[in-house]
């Protein structure tokens, strides 16, 4: 068989959504694959430092990450795009007008910026490890690159913002938006590149709204299913729906397409 490149989101698909433990079968799995001189990565919207500790349980050493802006190949980290400069300030000067509290991620780290306090009195600490640096002498101009910005505000205020959509973000808490890459499909694209693979040799795996943008029609796409936001609309668009990603849903979806004996 010719080699394929397979292509896992993380939560829901390798790990189980509730739990965030990953799933046994998925495992023997994707050791199968590599016997086999598969070609397996991690396609993730997480940043490497959220990123590299699954894919060292999972055993995987390559990683689109960052939304798509980061290539890791072999555990080295080959590329890692921030956000477009003009298009962030921006963006941050507008929030400034609207007394939004802003934080900025200057790196692949747990480390963001903030040059004032109002983003902890409008919505608090985050909940995820953060370590927070405080300058009010420093404006955002001056941090050399722009990896995230995280934009106190609630979903009824959105349209407040005229700029809400120039650079990519999701909602994950109720208090404030995350701007972030959305390119998947691109990263993975930059990968095959790099390692030389083929369109038609692609199989992408996901289980939620936030896995469209790696459904491209060149590609085989599989889903899971899952409760998880979009599953209806992804499964509508994928070749194969397996399983749920706790009922062995990417072992029965390799086994069905012929890669596990």
């Not at 555990?75 to 921030?82: L, S």
Request: some cysteine; overall charge negative; aromatic content about 10%.
């Amino acid at each position: 068989m010719s080699r394929k490149y397979f292509f896992f989101d993380i939560d829901g698909t390798l790990t189980n959504l509730e739990t965030r433990q990953l799933i046994p079968s998925a495992l023997k799995t994707i050791e199968c694959l590599q016997k086999a001189g598969h070609f397996v990565a991690i396609a993730s919207g997480r940043a490497y430092y959220k990123t590299k500790d699954v894919a060292r349980q999972a055993h995987i050493h390559n990683v689109v990450c960052n939304g798509g802006a980061g290539i890791v190949l072999d555990d080295k980290m080959v590329k890692n795009e921030p956000l477009d400069k003009e298009k962030a300030l921006a963006l941050l000067n507008e929030a400034n007008q609207l007394d939004l509290g802003t934080l900025v991620a200057f790196d692949d780290s747990i480390d963001v910026f903030m040059n004032d306090e109002r983003f902890i009195k409008q919505v608090g600490l985050r909940q995820e490890p953060t370590r927070y640096y405080f300058d009010p002498n420093k404006s955002y101009a001056e941090v050399k690159d722009i990896y995230k910005i995280y934009l106190a505000i609630n979903q009824e205020d959105e349209d407040k913002l005229t700029l809400k959509d120039s650079l990519g973000h999701v909602r994950f808490g109720d208090g404030y938006l995350t701007y972030q890459h959305d390119k998947k499909d691109q990263g993975i694209k930059n990968m095959l590149k790099i390692v030389g693979g083929k369109d038609e040799d692609v199989f992408v795996f996901g289980d939620a709204e936030n896995d469209m943008v790696m459904f491209r029609d060149e590609w085989y796409k599989v889903a899971l299913k899952s409760h998880a936001t979009g599953n209806e609309l992804l499964r509508s668009k994928a070749d194969y729906v397996s399983d749920y990603a706790e009922n062995d849903g990417i072992y029965k979806a390799c086994k069905k397409l012929g890669f596990i004996d």
